[in-house]
């Protein structure tokens, strides 16, 4: 089920389990990006995370991770700023679904214990990866 979402069918970002795989998926603007972790999920409580290393304007890689170890990565192109209209959702996706692999799904909700959600940003990485990525990006 659906650990955080935040946007719907025209865009945002998921992070779910799935036939106990962790898979983060970007849907950016109706072009999918989908990271998805190279091994099951033991039982169990543990931390999983999602990481996004950015290497050039708005591409990266996104980096999944299993009480700290990696677990699988993939490439995602992102947006500058993504503006949505459904807001987040904990625990479940409302409304119209990130994701098309669970929209037959309804809201998927997760079926285990949630019990804390973190949002760790770097501004000053980002800030400083941005700033280098444009200088090589062609002026329109």
Known sequence: ???VASGGITGGYTLYIQNNHLIYEL???RT?????????????????????DMEGYCVGTGVLLLDGR??????????????NTEGMTIGYDG???????YRELGE????????????DIEPERYTKTLAAGRENDPII
Not at 72 to 83: A, I, K
Not at 109 to 119: A, N, R, S
């Open 27 to 29: 849907n950016n603007f």
């Open 1 to 3: 089920g659906v650990l």
């Open 108 to 119: 998927f909700p997760f079926q285990g214990t949630l019990y804390e959600v973190i949002f």
């Open 32 to 52: 999918w990006y989908k990271v998805r972790s190279d091994e099951v999920l033991p039982s169990g409580a543990h931390t999983v995370s999602f990481r996004y």
């Open 70 to 83: 990696e677990i699988g990565h993939g490439y995602v192109e992102t947006v500058p700023m993504m503006l």
């Open 95 to 101: 409304l119209t679904p990130v994701s098309l692999t």
